[in-house]
């Protein structure tokens, strides 16, 4: 499903939140931006799948048997923008997403 959110700049922004579930999801763009999957909370939380967006290329967002407790697709913005994603919360496994955007 392709959502698109209001991203505010300065910190990590959740987008997407799993509990007890699996889920993938695409980001291109913003250019610079930057996503990440957090697991668990507070100081007991870590991070995975860190990466940047370059605005060509589809990256790609696990959540996986992590989730078991409480997951979160974060990303993180230089200036406040709106984002487009693609997001499944099948738990299927996908190499791209369904539709171009």
Known sequence: MVRR?????????????????????????PVGAQIKVRYG????????????????????LVVGLGSLGFARMQIKVSQTTDVTYDVYGDGLAR???EIQF
Request: proline share 4%; aromatic share 18%.
């Open 5 to 29: 959110k209001h991203i505010s700049s300065g910190d990590w922004r959740t987008v997407e939140s799993f509990w007890n579930a699996k889920g993938t999801a695409f980001f291109q763009a």
């Open 41 to 60: 909370a507070g100081w007991f939380g870590f991070d995975s799948q860190k990466q940047a967006l370059d605005g060509v290329a589809y990256k790609k």
């Open 95 to 97: 190499p791209l997403p």
